[in-house]
């Protein structure tokens, strides 16, 4: 069975830091790039930051760089994101996911090719 599961989500102040982090199983995680996007209360969901590529090219939205870090350890079949100095307007859903098909448009990371797996997301809470 397929499965991404993310942990590590929970309730922050403001420039505190979580680190998220989504197991996988059920299929090859090495052969795929992997992705972290959120959504928001009354928003569309947002691409956050991914990775792609042999060379591990990672892409990060423009409201999220130089705070937050994607990584994956295929060792052990996980990615993470290291979330610093969060801010209210982080508070959303994380949810992660991984496919074999274009990612990155126009310098983003996106959906709208469709991913091939997701976890169910796991909500980060930035209070004020």
């Known amino acids: 069975e397929v499965q991404l599961v993310e942990s590590g989500g929970g309730l922050v102040q403001a420039g505190g830091s979580l680190r998220l982090s989504c197991a996988a199983s059920?299929?090859?995680?090495?052969?795929?790039?992997i992705g972290w996007f959120r959504q928001a209360p009354g928003k569309e969901r947002e691409g956050v930051s991914c990775t792609i590529g042999s060379d591990g090219s990672t892409y990060y939205v423009d409201s999220v760089k130089g705070r937050f870090t994607i990584s994956r350890d295929n060792a052990k079949n996980t990615m993470y994101l290291k979330m610093n100095r969060l801010k209210p307007e982080d508070t959303a859903v994380y949810s992660c996911?991984?496919?074999?098909?274009?990612?990155?448009?126009?310098?983003?990371?996106?959906?709208?090719?469709?991913?091939?797996?997701w976890g169910k997301g796991t909500l980060v809470t930035v209070s004020s």
């Open positions: 059920g299929f090859i995680f090495d052969d795929y790039a």
């Open positions: 996911a991984v496919t074999k098909k274009v990612m990155v448009v126009g310098g983003t990371c996106s959906a709208v090719y469709g991913m091939d797996y």
